[in-house]
């Protein structure tokens, strides 16, 4: 599919930015899950036995998910299963592909007329997320393509998805495909795709894949991407899955035939260590849909929300671009993180990608940085009562942003063996030159 970029006026995005800070599932979405369910069941949703039987299903699979080796197995063999990813899972990962759809959009990575390949989409979350967001949109041609292996995930997947989309114009549903993902032939891919997306793809996968082969499936499915199309990977936010996606992500981009274009930054031409790389971003709360108020009903009901909309996500592309294009150059004024041994104590200057929103407490606003060199997490801590105008591109900077810290105090964590840059009266935060800053920031 060809097309010009997609161009929405900053307005319409800022409109779109502002619905999605309190999203809520579609009414018609809600309407047609529902409907799915009572077809499975044969009863009403809200029937007590369907509802006790959902929360049975969604405790199990909670408990898979925090096992660890051999033993974490998550499959979606019986209704029950798909059920309860519907009602727990679905409504965060449905958020959260909208934010970063609009993440896509502000970078001018999509196209007016775009060509998608969603792999292994379960019951279609991220079609129905992109369907939401184009009507929200009201602009663009939409084709997308899906590929999915488990037989109740595909029967789902069905009944939902082109149920959702026939009312949105501009919007094409093609025959899904049913194949393990990791085996599908590849004269059955459809190629020239704008975006390739794995969304909870990677933690569901095997055990026995290892990363260097899951990097192999993900070069393999490169050859669907279009010359300048772009790959999404999106994963949960916990310790485990967020540094398994940067530890793929850069097995996947080692080679030179994807370049790592977002979150992470290579400010020194460095490859990262990525061991203690929790980096996620977070995009607020989902309002709970119907089917999880009724589960939440009764005692112990909060194990049965789940509206945290937090995500650990890496953007891949076939031409080399990256979303920052600053290089440090030789004599530049900043000490690489690498160096910090060294100076705990001294007042320096440094340049780092901004890895999390604040994670702070009431006294401290607290963010994670990377620049690319440091084997230890680095952390800038902004004291309430430094907060104000030297500050504030701080307070407004999006996740992946590179900024230059003037004037910052290196100390050294013991208790978390990390290090802690302390912004004080003196310091200053502003962007570098050639960064790429917009005159409107969104909130990721």
Wanted: with cysteine; charged share 25%.
């Amino acid at each position: 599919m060809t097309g010009q970029g997609l161009v929405i006026a900053e307005k319409d995005l800022d409109r779109l930015e502002h619905s999605l800070r309190h999203l809520a599932l579609p009414v018609p979405l809600q309407n047609i899950i529902e409907s799915y369910i009572e077809k499975k069941v044969g009863k009403k949703w809200d029937d007590p036995i369907v509802l006790e039987r959902m929360r049975t299903a969604i405790a199990a699979q909670k408990r898979d998910y925090w096992k660890e080796g051999s033993q974490r197995q998550i499959r979606y063999r019986t209704g029950y299963s798909v059920i309860a990813y519907l009602a727990y899972h679905l409504p965060v990962f449905f958020g959260q592909f909208q934010h970063l759809l609009l993440r896509l959009t502000r970078d001018g990575l999509l196209r007016d007329e775009i060509r998608i390949l969603d792999v292994g989409s379960g019951p279609g979350v991220v079609p129905l997320a992109i369907t939401d967001f184009f009507r929200r949109l009201g602009h663009g041609m939409v084709s997308i393509h899906a590929l999915e292996g488990s037989d109740e995930q595909y029967e789902a997947y069905q009944f939902l998805v082109p149920g959702f989309a026939k009312e949105v114009p501009g919007i094409r549903i093609e025959t899904p495909i049913q194949a393990d993902l990791t085996t599908i032939s590849d004269t059955r891919l459809p190629r020239g795709n704008d975006l390739v997306i794995f969304s909870n793809v990677q933690n569901e996968m095997s055990p026995s894949i290892t990363e260097q082969r899951a990097a192999m499936i993900l070069h393999r499915y490169a050859e669907c991407l279009s010359d300048e199309g772009t790959m999404v990977i999106m994963e949960p936010a916990d310790l485990a899955n967020a540094t398994h996606l940067r530890r793929i992500s850069l097995a996947t981009t080692s080679s030179g035939a994807l370049s790592l274009y977002a979150p992470c930054t290579f400010l020194w031409g460095r490859r990262c260590a990525t061991d203690r790389c929790w980096s996620f971003v977070s995009s607020g709360d989902i309002q709970p849909p119907r089917v999880m108020e009724a589960l939440a009903q009764g005692p112990h009901g909060y194990r049965f929300l789940n509206v945290d909309m937090k995500a650990s996500f890496a953007l891949l592309r076939k031409d080399g671009r990256t979303r920052c294009q600053h290089q440090v150059s030789p004599g530049a004024p900043f000490l690489p993180f690498s160096e910090l041994p060294r100076h705990i104590g001294h007042v320096v200057n440094v340049i780092a990608g901004v890895m999390s929103g604040d994670i702070g407490d009431s006294n401290h606003r607290v963010f994670l940085v990377c620049d690319g060199t440091s084997v230890k997490p680095v952390y800038v801590i902004l004291p309430y009562h430094h907060t104000g105008n030297k500050t504030r591109t701080l307070m407004e900077a999006e996740y992946g942003d590179v900024l230059e810290f003037h004037e910052i105090l290196v100390r050294y964590n013991r208790s978390y063996d990390a290090f802690n840059l302390l912004l004080t009266g003196r310091s200053r935060v502003i962007p570098p030159p050639s960064s790429m800053r917009k005159a409107k920031k969104s909130r990721y």
